[in-house]
């Protein structure tokens, strides 16, 4: 099946640690783009990418860092400079702009 | 910025249309207007989206206003599985920017 997998549902990690989310797309979309969603809130960007080896920041980008190595994959790493880090962390392509964006699941990520 | 608006929640009784209003008034002449829904712990689905002319699809239809500066989106028959978060989006050659969106509560 076609589509876009974030994984793990869940992770857990200890405070100053880095972490890295996976996001992998068997769609053949050319963007991709990382939101932070916090409790009662609407999607936040963080990064996203228009094409391999090419990325931009969006809103919140501090403490986070991706890459575009591959058109399907697009890891995000939460580092410890991000001062909040504990949220839901959703990963979404889409062939290009004004067509359909496909999310993940997400990640729920909680730091201790 | 989201640059629309939407009332914070609704209420429908089952079976009922819905209609979920949105506001974009500062809207440009090549955004398009998206509607994407939550449900609790998942990811956005998408819903409909259009230009100019109202559209119709297997989930819901989306009415334009004449003047694009608002848009209507209609549920004809709301099941409580359409109790989700209801995101109005407009959207150019940028990614999509997210508000707080509608809740939309269905009532069995």
């Known amino acids: 099946d076609g589509g876009i997998t974030q994984s793990p549902k869940y992770l857990f990690r200890k405070e100053g640690q880095n972490v890295t989310l996976s996001c992998e797309q068997n769609?053949?979309?050319?963007?991709m783009y990382w939101y932070r969603q916090d409790p009662g809130q609407g999607l936040r960007l963080i990064y996203y990418?228009?094409?391999?080896?090419?990325?931009q920041k969006g809103d919140i980008a501090e403490g986070y860092s991706v890459s575009r190595e591959k058109k399907e994959s697009f890891p995000l790493t939460v580092t410890s400079a991000q001062k909040n880090p504990t949220a839901f962390y959703l990963c979404a392509s889409r062939p290009y702009l004004n067509t359909e964006a496909f999310f993940g699941q997400g990640t729920r990520l909680t730091v201790v | 910025d989201a640059k629309t608006t939407q009332p914070n929640s609704m209420e429908s009784n089952e079976e009922e249309p819905v209609h979920l209003p949105c506001n974009h008034s500062?809207?440009?002449?090549?955004?398009?207007i998206h509607w994407y829904r939550q449900l609790p712990s998942q990811g956005p689905e998408y819903v409909i989206h259009?230009?100019?002319s109202n559209v119709n699809n297997r989930m819901a239809s989306l009415a334009i206003a004449e003047d694009r500066k608002s848009s209507t989106l209609i549920l004809h028959r709301a099941t409580l599985r359409d109790a989700a978060v209801y995101y109005c989006?407009?959207?150019?050659?940028?990614?999509?920017?997210f508000g707080k969106g509608t809740r939309l509560s269905v009532i069995a």
């Open positions: 989006i407009r959207g150019g050659n940028t990614p999509l920017v």
């Open positions: 259009g230009l100019t």
């Open positions: 990418s228009q094409i391999v080896n090419d990325f």
């Open positions: 769609l053949n979309h050319d963007a």
């Open positions: 500062t809207i440009s002449g090549t955004d398009y």
